[in-house]
């Protein structure tokens, strides 16, 4: 396992082993662009196929997902919002268009599309080099720890 970088464990409230962004590759107010290596010895891979492992799809969509909070977690403070935590709250339109294996480097691109009453919607998508791995619309919202549901 890779040592999370101070910056991403500074953002979002994820850690290892849950954890599944390594390093923010670019940032702008509306988009966010990180990198992921899916290590051979990482414990899922055990069981997600024996003999021919396969990243889960849930775990591919959940980088992206935290993708989106790392983002989130600049755009609001830039905006004067108080510290918060990701919730997700929707997932539609997910789009998985080739597996990942271990060892594989993904490119994970997050983009704030609209916001309204305290959500935020947004799309990913997730690449292996050139090849698009999957495609998702999610929207997240963003609550200070303690505030009520």
């Known amino acids: 396992m890779s040592a999370a970088s101070p910056e991403i464990l500074g953002r979002i409230p994820h850690r290892p082993p849950f954890l599944f962004v390594d390093e923010i590759v670019s940032e702008t107010p509306e988009s966010l662009v990180a990198r992921r290596t899916w290590r051979a010895d990482e414990d899922f891979y055990g069981g997600h196929y024996p003999g021919t492992p396969i ?3 849930v775990l591919l969509c959940e980088a992206v997902f935290q993708a989106g909070a790392l983002h989130l977690s600049r755009t ?3 905006e004067g919002a108080p510290p918060g935590v990701p919730l997700l709250v929707k997932i539609s339109d997910v789009r ?3 597996p990942v294996f271990p060892g594989d ?3 994970i ?3 704030r599309k609209d916001s309204m009453a305290g959500f935020y919607i947004m799309s990913g998508s997730m690449k292996r ?4 791995v999957l495609s998702v619309d999610f929207s997240v919202a963003w609550k200070t720890p303690g505030a009520a549901p």
């Open 55 to 57: 990243t889960p799809g």
């Open 76 to 78: 609001l403070a830039a």
């Open 109 to 111: 691109e997050v983009r």
């Open 105 to 107: 480097v993904v490119t």
């Open 129 to 132: 080099g050139e090849t698009r």
């Open 96 to 98: 998985f268009r080739s």
